[in-house]
């Protein structure tokens, strides 16, 4: 997996997960503080021309940085249910196709404290490259467990007590009705399309985020971050 800019790097070098950093010409104190952490890791550094950085980036916003970085693991879901430290709290993504999504999702539930993220194998956005760098580095420490069915990942969450809670806009019942004081899992549409059938018909509730100016709905990474926000909420205020 490719990373890119300075925010992504420092954080993959901080959960000791990169291999090798390039870098190109550029020079401040913030990338300065990036080679010394990955001198000091052990991390090989390697220096480029940003033509180089400009290529291998496909254009993206590098910084003058790069890095490769090694494969997370894939989590199965019943470890992230068992290592969650309370009730646990998930994501499942539904074919969220957009990397930029995927990224600000992936950043949500890192400071949401959010114990996992359930992606489909196909039909998601890959999570290096312009999703790493929209995480601003969380895709180095968000636990994502990687399956072949999300519909058939609902019956194994249930099967582990956890409730699964669908976001829809055209259901009465409000996402701040909901219980997230419970281990729950709060499932995500793709960008336009929203939960499939199968998924949606899975899901053990299914509430919407109320809408009160004129446009109809809400980018997938903000609804995420107003219900991971409320679990937040909710849980504080109980404990």
Not at 138 to 159: M, T
């Amino acid at each position: 997996m490719i990373l890119y800019g300075i925010n992504p790097v420092l954080e993959a070098l901080r959960a000791g997960r990169v291999r090798e950093v390039r870098v190109g010409e550029r020079r401040d104190e913030r990338l300065r503080g990036l080679l010394e952490l990955a001198a000091a890791g052990g991390v090989r550094v390697r220096r480029v021309s940003m033509e180089t950085l400009e290529r291998d980036s496909h254009r993206g916003v590098h910084q003058g940085v790069m890095a490769d970085l090694e494969e997370g693991r894939n989590y199965g879901i019943d470890e992230l249910v068992r290592g969650a430290s309370g009730p646990p709290l998930l994501v499942v993504l539904d074919g969220i196709e957009d990397p930029h999504n995927l990224g600000a999702i992936l950043r949500t539930a890192d400071a949401a404290g959010a114990d996992g993220v359930i992606v489909q194998s196909r039909r998601s956005a890959a999570r290096g490259g312009v999703a790493a760098k929209a995480s601003a580095g969380a895709v180095a420490h968000v636990k994502v467990a990687e399956v072949v069915n999300i519909a058939r990942a609902l019956e194994e969450l249930k099967k582990a007590g956890v409730w699964t809670v669908g976001l829809a806009g055209d259901v009465p019942t409000a996402y701040d009705a909901v219980d997230f004081r419970l281990s729950t899992a709060i499932v995500l549409g793709a960008e336009g399309a929203g939960l499939r059938r199968l998924v949606r018909e899975r899901c053990d509730r299914v509430a919407s985020i109320p809408m009160l100016g004129h446009v109809g709905s809400l980018n997938v990474s903000v609804a995420a971050g107003v219900a991971l926000f409320e679990a937040v909420r909710q849980r504080k205020t109980t404990s």
